[in-house]
């Protein structure tokens, strides 16, 4: 069974770096990792998504191993409004979609 | 701008009331779905639907049923609502292939049952 684990929390200040990883055991072997962000009174916002090593956007950069058992998302130099919840999504062998339980970020000042 | 569109953005029901959610997205995406969502447990996929009157059940579709008659609606029904029902429920749309798990949110229904 598959299942994606993630820290419940984590704190940053503005300006640095913040690096969210997710444990994922089990998911499909050709399908993607993708990333949301969630602020409170609002549905999830997709940010990212990739298959295999690294992928950058304008918002975020996301770091899969060869192994595919867990991504990392970093987030350069976080600002207040970055402060969310974010999630991991992935699909297990059996095609079903697979949420982490959502790690809440919170940058200081 | 894309827009997924829930009907109301809380609600108050009573036990054994039947309880209709609806969802509506101006994307033309095939792809539907229906979470709930509670603290420290994410979001968990109640049905999905990837094509008009297609349905398929996500991970906890005990005591919800779903309707898709039209590409742009996904309605989520309680059948008889129940207290363990309170929640936040969530929708989304997708594109099929590749885009299957860019997913667009609508703002969440937060329902109360008493």
């Known amino acids: 069974l598959a299942k994606t684990t993630q820290p419940i929390s984590m704190d940053s200040y503005e300006g640095q770096e913040v690096n969210i990883t997710c444990s994922h055991n089990n998911i499909a072997t050709n399908d993607y990792i993708t990333w949301y962000q969630q602020f409170p009174s609002q549905g999830p916002r997709f940010i990212i998504q990739g298959y295999k090593t690294k992928v950058t956007n304008e918002v975020a950069s996301l770091f899969i191993p060869a192994d595919r058992k867990s991504s990392t998302l970093s987030l350069p130099r976080v600002s207040l409004s970055d402060t969310a919840v974010y999630y991991c999504?992935?699909?297990?062998?059996?095609?079903?979609?697979?949420f982490g339980s959502g790690t809440r970020l919170l940058v200081r000042p | 701008d894309v827009k997924v569109t829930q009907s109301s953005r809380y609600l108050v029901k009573r036990t054994g009331e039947k309880v209709f959610l609806e969802c509506v997205q101006d994307m033309d995406h095939e792809n539907m779905f229906w979470y709930r969502q509670d603290p420290g447990l994410g979001l968990r996929l109640i049905y999905f639907s990837y094509d008009v009157k297609m349905k398929e059940k996500g991970d906890i579709p005990e005591g919800y049923s779903v309707s898709r008659e039209k590409k742009e609606r996904f309605s989520l029904i309680l059948e008889s609502a129940s207290t363990n029902q309170t929640s936040m429920y969530l929708c989304?749309?997708?594109?099929?292939?590749?885009?299957?798990?860019?997913?667009?949110f609508g703002p969440g229904t937060r329902l109360t049952v008493l």
């Open positions: 999504l992935a699909m297990d062998s059996s095609y079903k979609l697979i």
């Open positions: 989304a749309s997708s594109r099929p292939g590749e885009s299957y798990n860019e997913q667009f």
